[in-house]
């Protein structure tokens, strides 16, 4: 398999089965989804394993503990960069990220060998089922992304994403700080100071059916600063590649070296 679908959880017993039917039907089988589970207490991980015995295509990753969205998410990402994948995609649990869009990503990534953002600002994108105070605050976030990182992205916050291998490769994710939402923007970031691409592709947001959202005032708090700490520090990532090669992050040069 080329593609895998990374999808955090954490108390998403009604929504986790309804979104991997999507998936799977979405890419006809062309996909694996990996579940990372952080121990959820209403039974999350246990539903996920009853999924995997069913579908060979369906993975788990049992964490022992809610250690945070980013946490959840570099667990994701380093069990399909040494299971070998290719395309590696993540998304919300909560049918917020419509699986109908994922092919759409993961082409986007292929052909262009870039990162790809399923983003709701771009033409064509949008939100639904939001008030208004809900919208202001992202459009405002994602605005102050952009003011404080200079980067070409309009929604650095989307979780809707698909990454060539080489990127993650490349940027070394098992550098990445961020624990919250926060993940996300460090993500692109550290991609676009690499020299690696990015690009947005348009998706409608559709705010979850069921359950609760996760988003904290902690969260929003670390938000606001990983912007900044991402800006001043200088952080130079030595990372698996085929030879060397030389970027500037942060205003210092990195040097992308092979492995012994």
Same mark, same amino acid.
């Given at each position: 398999?080329?593609?895998?679908?990374?999808?955090?959880?954490?108390?998403?017993?009604?929504n986790?089965e309804?979104?991997?039917?999507g998936?799977?039907?979405?890419?006809q089988?062309?996909a694996?989804i990996?579940?990372?589970?952080?121990?959820?207490p209403d039974?999350?991980g246990?539903i996920?394993?009853?999924?995997?015995r069913?579908?060979?295509?369906?993975?788990?990753?049992? $964490? #022992?503990?809610?250690? @945070?969205? *980013?946490?959840?998410y +570099?667990?994701g990402?380093?069990?399909?960069l040494?299971?070998?994948?290719?395309?590696?995609a993540?998304?919300?649990?909560?049918?917020?990220?419509?699986?109908?869009?994922l092919p759409?990503?993961?082409?986007?990534?292929?052909?262009?060998?870039?990162v790809?953002?399923?983003s709701?600002?771009?033409?064509?994108?949008?939100?639904?089922?939001?008030?208004?105070?809900?919208?202001?605050?992202?459009r405002?976030?994602n605005?102050?992304?952009?003011?404080?990182?200079?980067?070409?992205v309009?929604?650095?916050t989307?979780?809707?994403?698909?990454?060539?291998?080489e990127?993650?490769?490349?940027?070394?994710?098992?550098?990445v700080?961020?624990?919250?939402?926060?993940?996300?923007?460090?993500?692109?970031? $550290? #991609?676009?100071a690499a @020299?690696? *691409?990015?690009v947005? +592709?348009?998706?409608?947001?559709?705010?979850?059916r069921?359950?609760?959202?996760?988003?904290?005032?902690?969260?929003i708090?670390?938000a606001?600063?990983?912007?900044?700490?991402?800006?001043?520090?200088?952080?130079?990532?030595?990372?698996?590649?085929?030879?060397?090669?030389?970027?500037?992050?942060?205003?210092?040069?990195?040097t992308?070296?092979?492995?012994?």
């Amino acid at each position: 398999m080329h593609t895998a679908v990374v999808v955090p959880t954490y108390d998403e017993r009604e929504n986790i089965e309804a979104l991997c039917d999507g998936v799977l039907r979405v890419t006809q089988g062309g996909a694996h989804i990996l579940i990372v589970d952080d121990n959820s207490p209403d039974g999350t991980g246990q539903i996920a394993d009853g999924l995997a015995r069913k579908h060979t295509s369906i993975h788990v990753l049992h $964490r #022992a503990r809610k250690e @945070g969205l *980013g946490r959840a998410y +570099v667990a994701g990402l380093s069990w399909a960069l040494e299971s070998r994948y290719e395309l590696i995609a993540h998304m919300d649990a909560d049918l917020s990220h419509d699986p109908v869009n994922l092919p759409s990503l993961v082409a986007t990534a292929r052909s262009q060998g870039k990162v790809t953002i399923g983003s709701r600002y771009v033409e064509g994108g949008g939100v639904r089922n939001w008030g208004a105070q809900r919208v202001l605050l992202s459009r405002a976030a994602n605005r102050y992304v952009r003011f404080v990182l200079r980067m070409p992205v309009r929604d650095a916050t989307s979780g809707y994403r698909c990454y060539p291998r080489e990127v993650l490769r490349g940027i070394g994710i098992e550098n990445v700080f961020a624990d919250g939402y926060a993940f996300l923007v460090e993500m692109a970031y $550290r #991609a676009h100071a690499a @020299g690696f *691409g990015l690009v947005e +592709v348009p998706i409608v947001f559709t705010d979850r059916r069921v359950g609760k959202s996760k988003l904290c005032a902690s969260t929003i708090l670390e938000a606001a600063w990983v912007p900044w700490r991402l800006r001043v520090s200088r952080p130079c990532q030595t990372a698996l590649s085929n030879g060397p090669r030389s970027w500037q992050f942060g205003g210092a040069e990195c040097t992308r070296q092979t492995a012994e």
